[in-house]
């Protein structure tokens, strides 16, 4: 064991993140997958980019986690006439009072979906990045804290461009990771079909950790051990990515912090307090991707996804992994 943490914290943290696992497991249908990586994210203290087609159950992955905990839980429609005030709020003048009242707007969440966020305009869209990056609201110079723990799903829909604002890279990189739902197995559709139909407001979902404990945990993530040939690990691969031609441009320091603290999240899910290689390898795809674009444009974003995946998987496999 480390010296940072004893082998109880460690179990307390592997049972916490097992019970939100199983207890989302109720409502997202055999996407054990999806849901550890989720998990990940938010153990990290990080935003988490779904990208993916709609119906696909995006709504209900953000819902059962806040549910799961006992968090509170808020969703925003993007839409290209939604203002930044409809998201942060807005100070109203009260007359009893005789000054501006600031009434928070749904960022005031613990758990917030932000819908199909690349339908904003820009404006809207830069919003979200004080909030994101120091889990505040700034209004006429006043800052307005979101509490914690705080974080942001946003969903966005690849193939459909009509009507559609790119997010800029800064707002890119203030996801740790970008995942994809993608679609059910037969034996999992099956089974969705064959429960009643409902909206993902009418989920029944008792919460299994308490807010104060998920606290504790993200504060435990920071904790887990990292050997220096892990470190080293690493660094070659982010390396890489800035000499390798067929990206406009490296990985940043951001970037690489990044791929450490998701891998730390991975190993205290996987009930240990050091990280090992294959915890930084299963995470390459999911917190380096949507960091890189390729020299060479292309129209298709799932085309381009593959061919950074590609490129990415190729780094990966020319680099020994410590033993």
Do not use: W
């Amino acid at each position: 064991m480390s010296e940072f943490m004893h082998t109880t914290q460690v179990a307390e943290a592997r049972q916490a993140l097992s019970l939100l696992k199983a207890n989302m497991r109720v409502a997202v249908k055999g996407k054990d997958d999806v849901i550890e990586h989720t998990l990940v994210c938010f153990a990290a203290g990080g935003h988490l980019l779904i990208e993916d087609l709609p119906g696909l159950g995006k709504t209900t992955l953000a819902y059962s986690l806040a549910r799961s905990m006992d968090c509170s839980f808020s969703r925003i429609q993007f839409t290209s006439d939604l203002l930044p005030s409809d998201v942060t709020g807005v100070a109203i003048y009260d007359e009893h009072v005789k000054e501006f009242v600031f009434k928070p707007g749904p960022i005031f969440a613990n758990i917030v979906l932000a819908d199909e966020i690349n339908r904003a305009t820009p404006k809207t869209q830069s919003a979200l990045l004080e909030v994101m990056d120091r889990g505040k609201v700034t209004i006429d110079g006043e800052a307005h804290a979101v509490g914690a723990p705080f974080m942001v799903l946003a969903t966005q829909n690849p193939v459909d461009y009509e009507g559609t604002f790119p997010l800029p890279e800064s707002q890119m990189d203030r996801f740790l990771m970008r995942i994809r739902m993608g679609y059910p197995q037969t034996a999992d559709e099956l089974e969705i079909l064959r429960a009643p139909r409902m909206t993902y407001d009418s989920i029944q979902l008792n919460p299994v950790v308490m807010r104060t404990y998920v606290l504790k945990l993200q504060q435990l993530v920071t904790q887990v051990f990292i050997e220096e040939s892990v470190f080293d690990f690493i660094l070659k691969i982010v390396s890489a990515t800035r000499t390798e031609a067929e990206f406009e441009a490296g990985i940043s320091v951001r970037g690489g912090l990044s791929l450490k603290l998701a891998a730390q999240a991975r190993a205290l899910l996987n009930g240990r307090d050091f990280v090992v290689p294959e915890d930084v390898l299963d995470l390459v795809q999911p917190v380096l991707g949507h960091r890189l674009s390729l020299v060479r444009q292309t129209s298709d974003a799932l085309e381009e996804r593959n061919a950074i995946a590609a490129v990415l998987r190729k780094i990966t496999a020319s680099i020994p992994a410590p033993v």
